[in-house]
């Protein structure tokens, strides 16, 4: 919004120097000062305000002409690099990628009731509740919001907390780790890295080979079977 406001100004000054801005006198002579062909003295109030409407407009066109570079890169998706993932678990390798961004309502149309409030305002299932806290599949878990790879169940723990469990995601391309100081305690949130989904927390307390654990809430997931090769 920042930006659009100063392209906004800009465009605005570029336009007031043409008389959009002006008192009708001031900006007449402004004009003749500036050597450009006067306007006529016998001109009829019209003709006059249709001249000045052409100036400013030829003003804004200017301005967002030389701004509209500005204006595309403003407005542009932007782009984040994750690691492609076939059914089988299989590294497809890194591709830059838009980042899935939605307004509220459409999250909310989009996922369940627990998945939004869960991915969208990191909200935390019950332990004992979720699906995927006993589940035993082989496979891969993907973002309930964008289907990016998140999981793989070789990397899956039974925990005892109620929540699944995995010691390592599938690629540290696909996350993001960062300090949240909520509820009076110092944690490490876990999102999905290309569509800011909250997916849950990593703990310190895992098993080898990383000692980690993150626990993740079942909403935030999708499980799918692993393909045979």
């Not at 035993?136 to 993907?142: A, I, K, M, P, T």
């Not at 999981?151 to 949240?180: A, C, L, M």
């Not at 949130?189 to 993740?216: I, N, Q």
Request: hydrophobic share 35%; aromatic share 10%; charged share 20%.
């Amino acid at each position: 919004m920042e930006t659009f406001a100063v392209l906004f100004r800009l465009t605005s000054r570029n336009i007031g120097r043409n008389g959009a801005n002006m008192p009708l006198s001031t900006f007449a002579e402004a004009h003749a000062q500036s050597g450009d062909k006067p306007m006529s003295q016998h001109a009829s109030p019209g003709s006059t305000r249709r001249e000045l409407l052409r100036a400013a407009l030829s003003g804004s066109a200017l301005g967002l002409a030389l701004f509209a570079p500005a204006i595309a890169f403003a407005t542009a998706a932007p782009a984040v690099t994750i690691e492609n993932f076939s059914p089988a678990g299989k590294s497809l390798g890194t591709q830059r990628v838009p980042k899935i961004v939605h307004a509220e309502d459409e999250w909310r149309r989009m996922l369940a009731p627990e998945a939004f409030e869960v991915t969208r305002h990191a909200d935390t299932e019950t332990p004992f509740t979720g699906t995927y806290w006993n589940q035993h599949g082989d496979g891969l878990y993907r973002c309930i919001c964008c289907a990016t790879a998140l999981f793989d169940s070789r990397t899956k723990f039974d925990s005892g907390t109620g929540w699944p469990s995995f010691y390592q995601p599938i690629s540290h391309d696909n996350v993001v780790e960062i300090s949240d100081s909520t509820f009076g305690m110092v944690r490490t949130a876990v999102s999905c890295k290309r569509c800011d989904g909250h997916l849950g927390h990593v703990f310190d307390d895992g098993p080898k080979p990383t000692g980690l654990r993150y626990c993740m809430n079942s909403a935030a997931l999708k499980f799918n079977p692993r393909a045979s090769v």
